[in-house]
């Protein structure tokens, strides 16, 4: 199976954005060659340039606090676990203490690094990074693995109360939907959301071995998906066939 998540506002299509880049970065940072931490660097300068927004930390903690309000509505209720609700909100008032701790932007203390910076104003120029522009980064591919990785370690560490809160907060956005089957005829399907509803996150799960790809759309009001197929010219044309999937709506 194939998932597919599609954000349905500005700020989970954030959250996921910086989701993607932290899962990426831990992969670079536990490999060994110079060339996978190259981009381990990269990758944080990326997570430092989607953390930039100003409004970024706030929305977080905002996040976290809301659903720490939710999950203190279920007490009391004979179905839910006590012990669960105190485990989850522990998380979530440590997430919140980690986060509110660090100071100005997400990746802040990091820019007062002026080796770090030297590397980031180049890593957008076409081959900026060789080792006749930078010698002494040049200089630091060439040292041992361990210390590459500690180094590493040392510059990713301010941003793990970022991603510690958004792996949270994104699984209890995607807990929150129930998978259902649906059939999208002659490859497209709509559905009306229902009035009232806000959702957040759109999943979709497609057989791998189907040769379509979907091209999904929503909003407040509806939902689209529109089933594709790669030809042998490259290009992607309108499916025909009916299309089973299965289609989550998170909130």
Same mark, same amino acid.
């Given at each position: ?8 506002? &500005? ?5 996921? +954005?910086? &989701? ?41 903690? @905002?996040?976290?606090? @809301? ?21 989850? /909100? ?9 986060? =509110? &701790?660090?100071?100005? @932007?997400?990746?802040? #203390? ?10 980031? #104003? ?30 590493? !370690?040392?510059?990713? #560490? ?6 510690? #809160? *958004? ?20 490859? !497209? ?5 229902? !009035? ?8 979709? +799960? ?8 979907? &091209?999904?759309?929503? =909003? ?17 044309? /309108? ?9 989550? *709506?998170?909130?």
């Amino acid at each position: 199976m194939i998932l597919y998540e599609h954000p349905f506002n &500005e700020r989970i299509r954030t959250y996921l +954005r910086l &989701e993607h880049l932290f899962f990426r970065l831990a992969e670079l940072v536990k490999r060994e060659s110079a060339i996978d931490h190259h981009h381990a660097l990269t990758t944080i300068f990326e997570i430092m340039d989607v953390g930039a927004r100003a409004d970024l930390k706030t929305d977080v903690l @905002k996040d976290i606090e @809301k659903q720490k309000h939710q999950l203190n509505g279920y007490r009391g209720n004979p179905v839910i676990s006590e012990q669960v609700l105190d485990d989850i /909100t522990a998380q979530l008032d440590s997430c919140f203490a980690s986060l =509110n &701790e660090l100071p100005g @932007k997400v990746g802040q #203390s990091l820019t007062e690094n002026d080796w770090l910076m030297s590397i980031r #104003s180049r890593v957008g120029i076409p081959g900026g990074t060789c080792e006749f522009d930078l010698p002494a980064y040049h200089a630091w591919q060439h040292l041992g693995v361990n210390v590459r990785q500690n180094d590493l !370690q040392r510059w990713v #560490s301010p941003l793990v109360p970022l991603a510690e #809160s *958004l792996r949270l907060l994104l699984q209890m956005v995607r807990d929150s939907g129930a998978p259902q089957k649906v059939i999208a005829p002659a490859g !497209q399907y709509q559905q009306m959301l229902p !009035q009232g509803r806000t959702f957040q996150l759109l999943r979709l +799960r497609l057989d791998s071995r189907l040769p379509v790809i979907p &091209e999904i759309s929503c =909003n407040r009001l509806m939902v689209s998906v529109r089933f594709m197929s790669q030809e042998s010219d490259g290009r992607l044309h /309108t499916s025909t066939g009916d299309t089973v999937f299965d289609l989550t *709506l998170c909130n």
